[in-house]
């Protein structure tokens, strides 16, 4: 593909994807442990919860796709680490719900998890028409 059709997304420094990572990460576990969930929209349910697990763990895992974005030579690896530690984190907060109070472990909040967190796959397809331009000097190559 010629680079005039590639979409050219800004590239943020590499400590800025990291830590905004980490503020979906951060935003992910207070989600999991407080359970502080909005009320169901109308027609929504009692499978709410599932679309938010779904939509927090879709976003974590773009977060990390995006903060990986240096890794691009490695397309396979980094997609499968992504995926891992987005699914991996999934479960071990399911663990940490188990033992609070009015929390629980469920394996249909984990299978929500990991299909938010698939959504990263189609990420990946639509990176490779992607070109990152770095818009803020960092200091070191990317």
């Given amino acids: 593909m010629s680079a005039s059709r590639r979409l050219h997304l800004p590239l943020l420094p590499r400590w800025a994807r990291y830590a905004a990572a980490a503020l979906v990460f951060t935003a992910v576990t207070v989600g999991s442990v407080t359970g ?36 691009r030579d490695a397309p396979y690896r980094r997609a499968a680490i992504v995926f891992t530690v987005a699914v991996g984190y999934g479960l071990l ?12 472990f469920s394996l249909a909040d984990a299978l929500a998890n990991a299909l938010g ?3 990263v796959v189609v ?20």
Wanted: net charge positive; aromatic share 20%; proline share 13%.
């Fill in 123 to 142: 990420w990946f397809l639509v990176e490779r028409r992607i070109r990152y331009q770095r818009r803020w000097p960092s200091g070191k190559p990317e």
């Fill in 36 to 71: 502080d969930a909005p009320p169901p929209p109308p027609g929504f349910g009692d499978f709410f919860d599932k679309y938010l697990h779904f939509a927090a763990y879709a976003g974590l895992a773009l977060a990390l796709a995006y903060a990986t974005a240096h890794w």
């Fill in 93 to 104: 907060m399911e663990f940490v719900q188990a033992p609070i109070p009015n929390r629980y």
């Fill in 117 to 119: 967190a698939s959504l």
